[in-house]
């Protein structure tokens, strides 16, 4: 595609249940980010994927939280048990990779609201 | 890792430069600077990125100090759309992966 796409664009979802969230990277990109921004904040890192391995993990805030990416391509970013603080904007992004020094393209972000 | 640090908030008169400080002193040798900006509640925007040399392109210049240990993005005729928070980046390169970490960003807010 001609961008990074996310989806679902909103999810209303209610505390306890388990939420999917997707990202479709630009073709060719082999590097993958995902970040979480809570209302009015900035960005936090939460994983990064070269390739289909995540070479850092460290930003997933607990084991509720899991991603993983297939065919170079496609991330899913899976949160079990939503909790009312996981209510966020989840932003995608990725770039070329490797020794790359090129931009992050950004999605527009996938808003997840835990009632 | 390398954090940076950036005023929270700045204003600027349309048509004027604005200059938007930021503080990595804790960089090391191979960390690059990149600024994003993010307009309401868009995906954030690449703006300009560099190593050690001055950068320009078409949206702004980086001036990055001798040492390295701060920075300054400059926009040189801002108008109301450049109203956005801009974030000062030090992406981290360890065994070929790569970091990026976002600081807290400044509102800047372009006055008519």
Known sequence: GAGVSQSPSNKVTEKGKDVELRCDPISGHTALYWYRQRLGQGLEFLIYFQGNSAPDKSGLPSDRFSAERTGESVSTLTIQRTQQEDSAVYLCASSLGGFDTGELFFGEGSRLTVL | DAKTT?????????????????NHSTISGNEYVYWYRQIHSQGPQYIIHGLKNNETNEMASLIITEDRKSSTLILP????????????????????TYKYIFGTGTRLKVLA
């Open chain 2, 77 to 96: 005729h801002a108008t109301l759309r450049d109203t956005a928070v801009y974030y000062c980046i030090v992406r981290r390169t360890t065994s070929g």
């Open chain 2, 6 to 22: 950036q005023p929270p908030s700045m204003d600027c008169a349309e048509g004027r430069a604005a200059n938007l400080p930021c």
